[in-house]
């Protein structure tokens, strides 16, 4: 018993020295005025709080350096950042909208905007946007930030998928290394003469459209466009999506679906990369994936490409997500927030965050600087221009307001196809009536 | 009298069953160990070696220097030893109560106290942060240690068993030499259920230890954040920094295992405690 | 007199949860039971709309019976087996073997490891090719399944994963096992009762409240598992084809990703009664074999 008086003794001294049981400083998160840092009362200085989730040794510095750019450039607003772990930082973000107190700025999936924006989650920041800024963005981007004529965010970084390839593999099997292949029948020969297989296992798989890749990029590969379009025509049923999934299994009846589970499986758990290890010597991956090679393969000799097309002439079609700054519904400073948000899609700071994580930036000038930048070596250069060009034909495919769930719809469907436990003539059948039936539920 | 032979081969039968789990058990930790000494270009590399390649010791440092693990550290012990605190003696007067005094609507209240289990945490989530945010205990550690005091459904109930045990016939003798409820429960039925005390200080050591969902709503200043917030920023959108991840989360979980190693003592002296009283 | 006294004590002795309960529970159980009768989204919208949710899930909603399934799937299977193996094992480490602290410290290691990083170190582990656990079973022989990338062996892998945590349950039983007087033992190993013997007669229905416990929590735990399949499941809502969409993850993401959280409210009321009934009956057929040594 007297132990225990003790640590109730001893906790409460401790609760007296510790912040997190002060009343005073509950209230951080303002935007209002608050006295600045070094506590001189000169001018009221706008606090506004910064929500993201870059928390690792490459991206928090960078941030920071940002923010304290912006800080000292004037003297009216001074940004706090806090850093909330990944995913979850929009739970909480919802939690502290629905209680009045959200943070100034956050940074936000810009697949999602136009449905927050719909569910009132969102301040829009229409009036202060000016024509010059709006355009700096990649059009594809810019779109998805706005909702019945608002714009509800500025976009702030992006990506998209292309084509690697292991060069040294494609010499040693008699290919062209500067020639990657451009449509969906050249990767199959190519695939052909990449194999290796031994005892009817294919210890190379020469390509494997899965792996890196999903079956929905390819669908959007095929189409040129989402199967969901914004006013709820649906497109799946159709020649090119029967086309997309009779690729796929030919080519998974050629390696057999253990090997590619296999395969597939240890690269979702970073367990193994058979790119770098030159199991799979082509792949259509995240463009960032060049990080990871110029890290951890410092002699993988690689290469670069479009996605390859369909047909001659149906377009190397690729898919990109992103992220955007917005404020969200209650901030107490729009003004404010979004003037810290115009500085952050500025052209200084996205060559800067281009620079220093190799990240597809959403300012379209700024991108093209920093394809040329010193601070990538040539390799760098040559992939950051291939994501460049690339955005040309990168679709966004934002949750349409229609049918907000509709991937939960028809990913089960798409998966049980190419598991096999349904066949493409039905399954397709399925996805674009329950899709349908989806949209037209929700009208 | 009882085969002794025999008894010996059951205990040699039991050893080496033992021995077969343990390895079932512990493996998982092994490879955790393995994973946060390699360098993140060999986890890439792959292969099955447990073994790393080139042992890096330093994971460990810069999980330092990356997490102000040592704040974090004590932030989290802060939370913690009030939490146990709370959990422990609130929760068994709580189960007392209800194992103990018949009281009118006892049972209803019981099944009301269960029901609260019953609804996903997260549908109650944005009203509860609401009611902490209008009393503005938002960026406090009330919100996550207050409810350790108000009970928890889970303790009340395993308390609540534990309790029953205590025979009735002891309880009405105190009450004929006058004792009160508040006298028995601490003079007589508090030692009683020792171990079970114990048993609920580690589960709730353990869970908020471990609470990530907690710090991560009320807890808007990084100064406050806990370790398992602090392990997040090495998981990021596109990849994972496993080395320093499964670094980290090993030193989270030392001081556990060490205290659920020291704490054991506690189940043996709490079995003595019922043990004697019967033998009075 | 005496009577009021007792219930007067009853009442301060369970006074704090009273407290809590009206301070900080009741308010968001009656709202969200309120807010599944409307299409309430958080922020902006909260319009009384009858049943329609109700209606919705039970006529319209393949997800809600698919997420059902699923989840009943995993009771079914987790609860009895995650308590005869606690039990199991709890047996085993109540007894006199040098070095059982350092058994016990072991067993109970799975349930100390939680949270994110563990569910990412058991896809590791589960991985097909490379995964320990393929990698053990093909010294058998045997070639594994393809464990989380199967819809079949989906949810078999999250019991797996269940079961080598039980050991978290046994401090439990140890608490309990521990307040069995010895001497009970001793009279009936002088009337010549076998190990196997004293187990059922003895062991068994002096931890049977345990039991009682360990079944209704895990119970209750089971019908909410949650975070296992988010972070498991390849694309986090349910992959492959499904097969982890259990009940809590499908009403996470309604609420949380679709912001229906009126929807998700309904839903999560209709757990709460199959959950409540669950329980109820399960205290009724309790009376039958739980054994309260004190009464």
Request: proline residues 5%; glycine residues 8%; charged residues 15%.
């Amino acid at each position: 018993m007297r132990k225990v008086f003790f640590l109730i003794f001893l906790s409460t001294i401790i609760l007296g020295a510790c912040g997190g049981f002060s009343l005073g400083d509950g209230d951080t998160s303002s935007g209002g005025t608050g006295d600045p840092e070094d506590g001189t009362a000169q001018e009221e200085t706008i606090v506004l709080d910064f929500w993201t989730f870059w928390g690792s040794e490459q991206r928090r510095p960078v941030i920071d350096q940002i923010i304290e750019d912006f800080n000292t450039s004037q003297d009216e607003i001074e940004v706090r950042h806090t850093y909330t772990p990944w995913g979850d930082i929009w739970t909480k973000n919802l939690a502290a909208i629905a209680a009045g107190d959200p943070p100034d700025v956050i940074i936000n999936d810009i697949m999602t905007v136009k449905l927050r924006a719909e569910e009132g989650q969102i301040e829009p920041i229409t009036e202060f946007v000016q024509d010059e800024v709006s355009g700096r963005f990649y059009d594809q981007m810019m779109d998805a930030a706005i909702h019945e004529d608002e714009i509800y965010a500025l976009p702030f970084n992006t990506d998209t998928q292309i084509l690697f390839y292991n060069k040294d593999l494609f010499e040693e099997v008699g290919l062209d290394p500067e020639q990657p292949p451009e449509t969906w029948e050249e990767l199959d020969e190519y695939a052909a003469q990449l194999d290796i297989e031994e005892e009817g296992t294919y210890e190379r798989i020469g390509f494997y459209p899965l792996i890196g890749a999903g079956t929905d990029i390819w669908v959007l590969n095929a189409l040129g466009e989402n199967y969901l379009q914004d006013d709820g025509e649906v497109l799946i049923d159709t020649e090119p999506v029967h086309e997309t999934f009779n690729w796929i299994l030919d080519s998974q009846d050629k390696y057999g679906q253990n090997r590619i589970t296999s395969v597939n499986s240890q690269f979702e758990n970073a367990q193994q990369d058979p790119f770098m290890s030159g199991d799979v010597p082509m792949m259509v991956q995240n463009a960032n994936y060049y990080v990871q090679l110029r890290d951890f393969a410092e002699d993988l000799n690689f290469g670069v490409a479009p996605l390859p097309e369909r047909v001659p002439g149906n377009g190397n079609t690729s898919w990109g997500g992103g992220f955007v700054a917005e404020v969200p519904m209650g901030a107490s400073n729009p003004e404010a927030s979004y003037q810290f948000i115009e500085y952050l899609t500025s052209h200084e700071a996205q060559l800067y965050w281009a620079e220093q994580n190799f990240d597809l930036v959403a300012h379209e000038e700024a991108g093209v600087s920093a394809a040329g930048s010193g601070e990538f070596d040539d390799s760098g250069q040559e992939v950051y221009t291939q994501m460049i060009e690339n955005m040309d034909e990168t679709l966004l495919t934002p949750q349409p307001v229609i049918a907000p769930d509709y991937a939960g719809t028809v990913n089960p469907i798409f998966e049980s196809i190419v598991s096999g436990n349904t066949d493409v003539e039905s399954g397709l059948e399925q996805a674009q009536s329950e899709l349908e039936q989806l949209v037209e539920d929700n009208r | 009298m009882y085969n002794t032979r025999k008894m010996k081969f059951w205990k040699s039968f039991n050893l080496i069953l033992l021995i077969i789990g343990s390895i079932f058990m512990i493996a998982p930790l092994f490879w955790m160990v393995s994973i946060s000494l390699k360098s993140l270009e060999e986890i890439y590399r792959g292969g099955f070696n447990f073994i790393p390649e080139d042992i890096q010791f330093s994971n460990y440092a810069a999980v330092f220097e990356i997490v102000p693990f040592f704040t974090y550290f004590v932030n989290t012990s802060m939370i913690t030893i009030f939490v146990v605190l709370g959990n422990v003696f609130v929760n068994a007067f709580i189960a007392y109560g209800f194992a103990k005094i018949q009281f009118k609507g006892r049972e209803v209240l019981f099944i009301v106290v269960l029901s609260t289990m019953m609804l996903p945490g997260f549908i109650t989530l944005i009203p509860q942060y609401v009611i902490f945010a209008n009393l503005g205990l938002v960026n406090t550690y009330y919100p996550l240690v207050l409810p350790a005091f108000l009970g928890s459904a889970f303790n009340i109930f395993l308390l609540r068993q534990f309790f029953k045990g205590v025979p009735n016939s002891m309880i009405e003798a105190a009450k004929m030499e006058g004792a009160n409820h508040f006298y028995i429960f601490f003079k007589i039925a508090l030692p009683m259920v020792k171990p079970a005390l114990f048993t609920v200080a580690i589960f709730s050591f353990n869970g908020v230890w471990n609470d990530f969902l907690g710090p991560l709503l009320y807890l808007n200043d990084e100064s406050l954040y806990t370790l398992q917030l602090g392990l997040q920023v090495f998981k990021e959108q596109s990849s994972t920094q496993w080395h320093y991840l499964m670094a980290g989360s090993l030193m989270v979980l030392f001081p556990v295992i060490v205290l659920f190693f020291l704490f054991q003592k506690y189940f043996i002296s709490g079995s003595n405690i019922l043990g004697q009283t019967e033998e009075k | 007199m005496n009577k009021k006294k007792e219930n007067l004590f009853g009442y301060i002795f369970i006074s704090p949860w009273i407290i809590g309960f009206l301070a900080l529970t009741l308010g968001p159980l009656l709202f969200s039971l309120y807010g599944s009768f409307t299409n309430y989204n958080v922020v902006s919208r909260m319009d009384f709309v009858g049943f329609d949710n109700y209606q919705e899930l039970f006529t319209n909603d393949n997800l809600f019976w698919v997420s059902l399934y699923n989840t009943f799937y995993f009771v079914i299977f987790s609860v009895p087996l995650t308590t005869i193996l606690a039990i199991l094992i709890s047996t085993m480490m109540n007894q006199d073997i040098p070095g059982m602290r350092i058994f016990r410290t072991i067993y109970y290691l799975p349930a100390i490891l939680s949270g994110v990083g563990v569910y990412l170190l058991w896809m590791q582990l589960l991985d097909p090719s490379t995964g320990l656990i393929n990698q053990f079973l093909a010294l058998f022989g045997i070639n594994g399944p393809n464990w989380l990338f199967d819809p079949d062996w989906a949810k078999p892998s999250l019991i797996f994963m269940k079961l080598w945590s039980a050991g978290g349950a046994m401090l439990l039983y140890l608490a309990a096992m521990q307040g069995i007087p010895k001497t009970f033992y001793e009279a009936a190993r002088i009337d010549g009762a076998t190990n196997v013997q004293m187990f059922f007669k003895i062991t068994l229905p002096m931890v049977s409240p345990i039991i009682f416990f360990d079944v209704i929590t895990s119970t209750i735990g089971s019908f909410q598992i949650f975070q296992e399949a988010y972070v498991m499941s390849a694309d986090n809502a349910g992959a492959p084809e499904n097969s982890l969409l259990f009940f809590n993850l499908y009403m996470w993401i309604r609420a949380f990703n679709l912001f229906d959280m009126g929807y998700a409210m309904a839903m999560s009321w209709i757990l709460f009664i199959i959950v409540l009934l669950l329980t109820l009956v399960n205290f009724k057929l309790s009376k039958r074999w739980v054994h309260y040594e004190g009464d």
